[in-house]
């Protein structure tokens, strides 16, 4: 099994910086990339794929783009679940699977996220930046509390792959 892990991408950090607004995704691309030129059966992101808990219009957009272009393909995804999905992935209020298993979705890079502290769900709704991406079906998002109010607190489960 091959997975690409990434952590701290920070995407929109320097948004207002006119010299380094492009740096955290020319970096989260070429993680991307290299997850597609090494064949890799997915991408782990370790938290803090934004910078923010609410990153800019902009900032989500490129994400959406960015994830859509490598992630999104008629690639066979080589592996399966076999551990309680609804269990791994309880952030999910409709389709608590993998988004590759979605008849729905052409997902041939998967990427599986935990959200950090930069990127936690918060507020009324305890939703994320990460949510989104979840509900638009580009990440599997995994270990997010969500019986507690708040982003103190996360509860992961072992996801057993079988390739």
Do not use: M
């Amino acid at each position: 099994l091959r997975i690409l892990i990434s952590t701290d991408n920070h995407l929109g950090v320097w948004e207002k910086d006119e010299t380094r607004r492009e740096d955290s995704f020319r970096a989260f691309e070429e993680v991307l990339q290299l997850a597609v030129a090494k064949r890799a059966d997915l991408v782990l992101l370790g938290g803090d794929l934004f910078h923010e808990n609410k990153p800019s219009r902009g900032t989500l957009v490129r994400t959406i783009q960015l994830l859509s272009k490598y992630c999104l393909n008629d690639r066979p995804v080589r592996f399966r679940i076999l551990s309680d999905q609804a269990v791994n992935f309880r952030g999910l209020r409709d389709f608590r699977r993998v988004n590759f298993e979605n008849p729905n979705l052409n997902v041939g890079l998967p990427v599986f996220t935990i959200h950090g502290n930069h990127d936690d769900p918060s507020g009324q709704d305890s939703l994320s930046a990460v949510d989104i991406l979840s509900q638009a079906g580009l990440v599997n998002y995994f270990g997010k509390h969500v019986s507690a109010p708040g982003a103190a607190r996360v509860t992961l489960s072992p996801i057993l792959i079988e390739k």
